[in-house]
């Protein structure tokens, strides 16, 4: 009998989005809002944050909520944004012509956003 009976907390869910097609510095704004807040009130915030990625978190969030809601049996009032991480996807490369004959290369850089929520 060497292992105690411990009622353990249940461990975060994740949701993740990839290939967001906005620069990862411009997601990590709004991230920061929401970093250490509870659910509801961060999808409060985030639908007032005039910024494109807050539709992108604000999706993200709701996914990870019904996740752990539906996975985990977790209660949905109670889930705290413990982490978020906006990571650089890959550039996707482009070229605008110039006069002369010149072109110019445009990077259309993407993010990856992943949410990990848990228990307060």
Do not use: Y
Request: some cysteine.
């Amino acid at each position: 009998m060497g292992k105690s009976m411990k009622q353990e907390k249940p461990k975060a869910r994740t949701a993740t989005v990839r290939w967001v097609r906005i620069s990862p510095r411009k997601v990590r704004l709004v991230a920061d809002l929401v970093r250490g807040q509870k659910v509801d009130a961060a999808l409060g915030m985030l639908s007032f944050v005039p910024r494109r990625g807050s539709k992108v978190i604000s999706k993200l969030i709701t996914s990870a909520m019904h996740n752990a809601e539906n996975d985990a049996k977790l209660d949905p009032d109670n889930l705290v944004v413990q982490r978020i991480h906006v990571d650089q996807g890959p550039t996707v490369k482009r070229w605008l012509a110039r006069a002369m004959g010149r072109a110019n290369r445009i990077n259309k850089k993407t993010c990856h956003v992943t949410v990990w929520l848990g228990e307060a």
